[in-house]
């Protein structure tokens, strides 16, 4: 069975900042990698979609990188700003099944 | 907005009431699924459907029934629940479900049961 982790489980940081967010997995045998936001009692929001044969993907400010063999990926948020805060929630694919994490809830101070 | 609608947004519901969620895509996607996501809890799947056919059931209580009359349209009718079946309930969607397609998600249904 997958098990996604994410560490920390909250971090907290002042505008402007780089934010670094961590992700793994146990079972390296996945199609894909989805980077969601998720805002206070609301649905997910895609940032990012990694395929298994790539090593990283960027869209704007966000970049996130893949290590499939060691089951891990890195979400890099760059130039933080208090309207990045939210929960950032990774997901792999695999099985046919997608596997989510607990997701890191981030707060960017003004 | 992601191209899914659920309905409704918010739901109370007493444990005896019989209610549905419904959900709903225009994006052509032939795969539609059921999440819940409880407090402090990674999400958690309940419900496959691939060109209407259920493919997955999570061991999902019975008290949750899904319903997909066409590829757009996914519901989940709900009776005699309990409380600990409050939780955020959320639909997506993706192209195919073999395929290795980018998921969509909805707003999300916030169901409280008393």
């Known amino acids: 069975k997958q098990e996604v982790t994410q560490i920390p489980a909250a971090l907290s940081v002042p505008e402007g900042e780089n934010l670094v967010l961590n992700c793994s997995f146990t079972?390296?045998?996945?199609?894909?990698l989805q980077w969601f936001r998720q805002d206070p009692g609301k649905g997910l929001t895609s940032l990012l979609l990694?395929?298994?044969?790539?090593r990283e993907q960027t869209s704007g400010r966000l970049n996130a990188s893949l290590d499939k063999s060691s089951g891990r990926s890195t979400l890099y948020i760059a130039a933080s700003q208090p309207g990045d805060s939210a929960t950032y929630l990774c997901?792999?694919?695999?099985?046919?099944?997608?596997?989510f994490g607990a997701g890191t809830t981030v707060t960017v101070r003004a | 907005e992601t191209g899914v609608t659920q309905t409704p947004r918010h739901l109370v519901m007493g444990m005896t009431n019989k209610k549905s969620l419904k959900c709903e895509q225009h994006?052509?996607?032939?795969?539609m699924y059921w999440y819940k996501q409880s407090a402090k809890k990674p999400l958690e799947l309940m419900f496959v459907?691939?060109?209407?056919?259920?493919?997955e059931n999570n061991s999902v209580p019975s008290r949750f029934s899904p319903e997909c009359p066409n590829s757009s349209h996914l519901f989940l009718h709900l009776h005699t629940l309990q409380p600990e079946d409050s939780a955020l309930y959320l639909c997506?969607?993706?192209?195919?479900?073999?395929?290795?397609?980018?998921?969509?998600f909805g707003q999300g249904t916030r169901l409280t049961v008393v």
């Open positions: 997506a969607s993706s192209r195919e479900r073999s395929m290795n397609t980018e998921a969509f």
């Open positions: 079972d390296s045998a996945i199609y894909n």
């Open positions: 990694i395929q298994s044969s790539q």
């Open positions: 997901a792999v694919l695999n099985d046919y099944k997608l596997s």
């Open positions: 994006l052509g996607h032939n795969a």
């Open positions: 459907y691939s060109l209407e056919e259920r493919v």
